[in-house]
């Protein structure tokens, strides 16, 4: 027994780990494996690590980054999957594991619990509230178009467009199943979205998502996260056009209206040429109807206005005579008013005093002041000596001549100080007597003259204030303010006769 044993290769833990990895690997080069995902998670480096289990055992796994990247489905924890890869070893624990190429969710149930479990959680964020949808266009000059370029999705809703209404139609080709078909979806919406207003490339004014009928797994990029929200996010109104009526995915909720075919989506994106021009023209028809009603309306409305109003050729008559009234009033009244004005200016020069005057009067009012101002200051003086002699009692009184002095000299005092007052008085008086020498200089017809303005006399002198009176050929006189002129008038206004009181002057 003991040579038997001997007789066995042997092996470093190298080699026989690397012997290992050789079999497993040639063994299972390709295998599909069911089971329940545990312990996932993401290395920072990028690649997944997870656990794949049933009742009995478990399967460690792994997913290169490279390939992370372009699974079907997001792993979760308690998803059930089919996992297509090769089954390898790890020298460095001594254990095996699978290394994943492919992931797809394990039956339909189980895709549907998916999808359901992800409506749930986008709903709560609010992506699918009605308050965020647009309304869809009434009739867009641009359609923005994301589906496969080769399939019948395209052709029935260019065909249906142009049965309709011919519109521009841009089309974003991208794949609607499989790998990378979402993140092809996300990049059209998206770059639609970024197109410029104005620019070389024309900006849709509506968006359409679709794609044919098929199996729950060939729309499931239409349920991925990414592309609902991109739907939601794209601020161009978007239309879900995805398998047929009885399908629904993601999208249609997020998008701001779902038809249930990819025909009716062109349908509702533009109206019937023919019906609009129809519904147009019967709109134009009322629209005409409705304003000649407004104006025969209108019409007889003013017409039963008119019957209250009196006839307009006696309102312009009675109109014109107090026209006429108000005028010949208004000519009589302004001579009368130059009248006036005239006695009034006579009447305040007669109370005007001459400069003369002014100055007698005030030195006569001074000159008593005077006389006043010294009767009083004898009085005072007399009353001071009898009181004076009333308290010393008989005492020797001060010498008569020393008050006569004093009184003399506050006598002197007093009357300087009068003087002065009178000066000023006499100044001020002047003052005023040449401020209104002034002011009754401004109001002479000479300074009006001064101004530019010419006083103008017929040949008997009086002033002329009319064109009226001067007749053609006429010769008046032109008085200025350095001299006079004679002129010749030209016209034929006859000259109308002139009573004493129609007469003004300036003087």
């Known amino acids: 027994m003991s040579e038997t044993t001997h007789n066995l290769p042997e092996y470093s833990v190298s080699e026989l780990a690397f012997a290992l990895k050789r079999t497993v690997e040639q063994a299972y080069d390709r295998v599909r494996v069911r089971g329940e995902i545990s312990g996932f998670k993401r290395a920072a480096s990028g690649h997944l690590y997870l656990t794949l289990k049933d009742a009995d055992a478990v399967l460690d796994a792994v997913c290169w980054k490279g390939v992370a990247g372009r699974l079907g489905v997001k792993p979760e924890d308690g998803m059930e999957v089919v996992c297509l890869g090769k089954l390898t070893t790890y020298p460095g624990r001594s254990k095996y594991q699978m290394v994943i190429e492919q992931m797809e969710l394990a039956g339909e149930g189980a895709l549907l619990k998916l999808i359901e479990d992800r409506r749930k959680r986008l709903a709560a964020e609010g992506l699918f509230d009605p308050a965020r949808k647009r309304p869809i266009p009434a009739l867009p000059t641009v359609i923005g178009v994301v589906t496969s370029p080769t399939g019948a999705v395209i052709r029935d809703i260019l065909h249906r467009l142009a049965d309709r209404f011919p519109r521009h139609v841009l089309v974003w080709p991208v794949l609607v199943q499989g790998e990378g078909a979402a993140q092809q979806i996300v990049a059209a919406i998206a770059g639609f979205n970024r197109i ?193 002699d009333v308290a010393t009692g008989g005492l020797k009184p001060r010498p008569l001549t020393v008050s006569i002095e004093e009184g003399r000299r506050r006598s002197n005092d007093l009357g300087q100080r009068l003087a002065r007052a009178g000066g000023q008085a006499i100044t001020r008086a002047e003052s005023d007597l040449a401020r209104l020498g002034q002011l009754l200089d401004s109001y002479s017809y000479e300074r009006v003259l001064e101004r530019g303005f010419v006083l103008v006399r017929d040949r008997s002198g009086a002033p002329v204030t009319s064109a009226a009176e001067v007749r053609g050929g006429e010769r008046i006189n032109l008085r200025f303010a350095d001299g006079e002129r004679t002129a010749l008038a030209e016209g034929e206004a006859k000259r109308k006769p002139k009573t004493a009181a129609d007469q003004g002057t300036l003087i």
């Not at 009244?333 to 009034?344: E, G, N, S, T, V």
């Open 196 to 388: 410029e207003a104005g620019g070389t490339i024309p900006r849709p004014d509506l968006l359409i998502v679709a794609r044919g009928g098929g199996s729950l797994e060939d729309l499931m990029a239409f349920n991925e996260e990414s592309v609902v929200r991109a739907a939601a996010a794209s601020a161009i109104p978007l239309i879900s056009a995805v398998g047929h009526e009885t399908d629904t995915t993601l999208i249609d909720f997020a998008s701001d209206w779902r038809a249930p075919t990819p025909t009716a989506a062109a349908e509702r994106a533009v109206p019937v040429r023919a019906e609009l021009a129809t519904r147009i023209a019967e709109i134009a028809a009322r629209l005409s109807g409705a304003v000649q009603r407004g104006i025969e309306d209108q019409a007889r409305h003013l017409k039963s206005l008119g019957r209250g109003l009196g006839d307009p050729a006696q309102l312009l008559g009675a109109a014109g005579q107090r026209l006429d009234d108000r005028a010949e009033r208004l000519r009589l009244a302004l001579p009368r008013l130059i009248a006036d004005r005239k006695a009034m200016v006579a009447n305040l020069g007669a109370r005007l005093l001459s400069p003369r005057e002014l100055v007698n009067a005030a030195r006569q009012h001074l000159t008593l002041a005077f006389q006043r101002l010294v009767a009083a200051q004898a009085k005072s003086m007399a009353e001071r000596v009898r009181r004076l």
